[in-house]
């Protein structure tokens, strides 16, 4: 049997099968190469040193949180300095500690040592669960996205001649409705092509009718009656949008009512 030894790990290895070779890698690495029948192990050693135990404490525990997604905010290797500002999982400040001595009390309360500002002097740290840190914060995202696209509103445009029959009329002034009600801008505009100029009135009084039949559905948002393309911009009145649902709940349960009564 032989026995080798290097500075973590002893192996024993039956005699009769074994070939050893030994070459020098670095400084401080060395290669022991194990050959067997069917089988060929490679072993590279480092040697020379004790080590720095607050660099060893470091990659330790990095190690142990090698199934987290690679994050600066997790990588404590690039705190250069010595010493952290601590801030425990409860908010509470701990205050000046060693960096080993924080990525100790990380490790015994199996928690993640996250850099909250690391150009600080000593850089600032906190204990705390990043996963769930990390999945709270996009929620929140995800929720503000929610809330920033349902304010966002879309624009649709509405085109009429100055001379627009009824039926056509009728059929702008509906989709109008519709839109503002579904919470989206409406653009009407008149366009006034070469000799068409000369009924400006005729599209002002127009653009003035069509407001005037949208009613509080729609607030004039802006308008532009001196060029040749004409419009006029409207956006919902979401006090009279927010009301529209609630009618027709009462209709329906007036409905209902009626029916029941009548069987």
């Known amino acids: 049997m032989a026995r080798v030894t290097t500075n973590t790990t002893t192996c024993t290895l039956p005699s009769s099968k074994q070939s050893i070779s030994f070459s020098l890698l670095q400084s401080k690495f060395s290669c022991l190469r ?23 404490d470091s990659r330790k525990y990095q190690q142990q949180n ?33 960096k080993s001595a924080a990525i100790q009390m990380a490790e015994d309360a199996e928690l993640d040592l996250v850099i ?8 600032v740290v906190k204990l705390m669960d990043y996963n769930k840190y990390r ?22 445009e509405l085109k009429m001649g100055y001379n627009i029959d009824v039926h056509d009329y009728s059929v702008r002034l509906r989709a109008a409705q519709k839109f503002l009600k579904d919470g989206d801008k409406v653009k009407v505009i008149v366009n006034l092509k070469g000799r068409e100029n000369e009924f400006r009135n005729n599209a002002i009084e127009l653009l003035k009718r069509f ?50 009564a009548s069987v």
Do not use: W
């Not at 029948?37 to 040697?47: D, E, F, G, K, L």
């Not at 999945?135 to 649709?156: F, P, T």
């Not at 509080?216 to 532009?224: A, Q, R």
């Open 34 to 56: 194990f050959q067997f029948t069917n089988i060929h192990v490679r072993i590279t050693c480092r040697y020379g040193g004790g080590g720095n135990s607050r660099l060893e």
């Open 66 to 98: 090698s199934s987290k997604d690679d994050d600066q905010a997790l990588d404590v290797n690039t705190i250069r300095s010595n010493t952290v500002r601590l801030i425990d999982d409860q908010q509470n400040m701990v205050g000046i500690v060693s």
């Open 116 to 123: 909250l500002s690391p150009d600080a002097d000593p850089p």
């Open 135 to 156: 999945y709270e914060q996009q929620k929140k995202k995800r929720e503000q996205q929610k809330k920033s696209a349902a304010l966002r509103m879309d624009q649709k």
């Open 211 to 260: 407001r005037n039949d949208i009613g509080e559905l729609g607030i004039e948002e802006s308008k532009n009656l001196r060029d040749k393309n004409m419009f006029m911009v409207l956006i919902p009145n979401k006090v009279v949008v927010q009301k529209e649902p609630s009618k027709k709940k009462v209709k329906s349960k007036s409905t209902e009512t009626g029916v029941s």
